[in-house]
């Protein structure tokens, strides 16, 4: 009996999700559990599994194309079986047509104007990630690519084909057309063109437009909707102190000179300081700060410190987490945040490496970053912002000496926790950074 391949679920908040590649094609067999697909979420690169035995009897959808979550992508099933039943419905909605070639220029039979693309109801170019990198890189301008894909979208063969094409000539133009591009539609060369002098460099760049409208990517519409929700939901108020890093300074120092003979990997500082957040926060009087504000007006407190590690990849702030931090060494942090910080960065994260966190970290000091005002990721009730290293100086026994100056930036919901428990937890956490080592020895 055929049986339905489709788009998984992944959370609540994902609406689609980009399928980025087809692992089997129409014809083949596969077994259960066997690698189908990959797709894309707004956060993650996923991978789908076969749900049973069968052959690829058809797949509805193409590489690079946003399919809505549970939408059937494909069937699985005996040859010969009927499966008009699981095709997905294209005839529902007529797409919108694009900007119109100008209906006074006629072009050549031999050089026919494609159809023009489909707009979503949106506003936006139907085109997939793919064939809009590749018009992109081609320089053509892919409103004026036939669509071939789903629901009239743009595919990447689409823009092969407009490529393949080559310039074009308007009908009025055709007779003294040189083979290249010129100003009219679509880079069609047009009769303004006849006679014309080639632009300069300068004057090319006088042409470049004004700006260039760009839709967000799934990352950043996630990005956005959780910034809107926490400040326009939780009262929140930060606190900022500086501690002095002179022992850390010095203990990382120590660390990376012996760390060979001591079987210890690459201790960053920012390592140091999840290890110390970890301590502080598992405290009893700092619990508030390890919690979860649930909409219900109900808080609940963690026994385990889990702590997101913001991101900053190349498609945006991502926040894996790293789990029971309050329980692994410090060797054991430094190795566990690199791997979750390459997965991020890679775009291999799943859904459960970006959520569970109970606080999160948020690292600027290697941009020299003095002080920020980090958002609390909700529904966690704080978030620690890390500063860079700043040289100031202080009275010592009636003599002025510098000292390194690390600034910790703590937000917090102030519908759960006061003005003073926040501030007991900076000075706790400060003590701890400035007497590490004794720390470490308890």
């Known amino acids: 009996m055929a049986h339905p ?32 697909f990959t797709y894309e979420t707004d956060k993650s690169t996923v991978e789908e599994n076969a749900p049973c035995d069968g052959t690829i009897l058809d797949l509805f959808f193409e590489e690079g194309d946003d399919v809505p979550v549970m939408t059937i992508v494909g069937v699985i099933g005996n040859p010969g079986e009927n499966i008009d039943e699981f095709k997905p419905n294209t005839d529902e909605e007529e797409p919108k047509e694009a900007l119109q070639p100008d209906i006074n220029e006629k072009p050549t039979q031999s050089q026919p104007t494609p159809a023009p693309a489909t707009v979503s109801d949106d506003g936006f170019l139907k085109i997939s990630p793919r064939a809009r990198a590749l018009a992109a890189k081609a320089g053509v301008d892919a409103r004026f690519a036939a669509p071939t894909g789903a629901e009239g979208r743009i595919v990447e063969a689409d823009i092969q084909t407009l490529i393949d094409k080559g310039p074009s000539a308007t009908y009025a133009a055709a007779e003294s057309f040189s083979g290249t591009g010129g100003t009219g539609i679509g880079g069609r060369f047009s009769v303004a063109d006849i006679n014309a002098p080639a632009a300069s460099a300068a004057q090319t760049a006088q042409e470049m437009p004004a700006y260039t409208d760009e839709k967000m990517s799934g990352v950043r519409r996630a990005i956005t909707k959780s910034m809107k929700l926490s400040l326009s939901t939780i009262p929140q108020l930060t606190h900022t102190l500086t501690f002095d890093a002179t022992e850390i300074l010095a203990l990382r120092k120590r660390i990376k000179l012996n760390a060979e003979s001591l079987g210890l990997g690459s201790i960053t500082l920012n390592d140091i300081i999840l290890f110390a957040v970890s301590r502080v926060l598992a405290k009893p009087e700092h619990r508030a700060l390890n919690a979860h504000c649930l909409e219900n007006d109900t808080v609940r407190y963690f026994n385990s410190v889990n702590l997101g590690v913001a991101v900053d990849t190349d498609r945006g702030l991502l926040v894996p987490t790293l789990f029971n931090a309050d329980k692994k060494s410090l060797n054991e942090i430094s190795a566990k945040s690199k791997e979750i910080i390459s997965i991020s960065k890679s775009g291999s994260a799943t859904p459960d490496m970006l959520s569970g966190g109970t606080f999160t970290v948020s690292n600027l000091g290697s941009f020299g970053i003095e002080s920020f005002t980090p958002v609390i990721n909700p529904p966690q009730t704080g978030i620690l912002g890390v500063d860079g290293i700043t040289t100031r100086v202080r009275e010592v026994d009636g003599e002025l000496k510098a000292y390194p100056a690390m600034g910790l930036s703590l937000t917090y919901n102030h519908s759960v926790v006061d003005g003073a428990p926040a501030s007991r937890f900076l000075v706790d956490l400060k003590n701890t950074l400035e007497n590490f080592t004794v720390m470490l020895c308890k």
Request: glycine share 10%.
């Open 5 to 36: 391949i489709l788009m998984p679920n992944v959370g609540i908040t994902v609406e689609s999700c980009i399928l980025t590649e087809w692992h089997k094609k129409k014809g083949d067999e596969v077994k259960e559990g066997e690698l189908l």
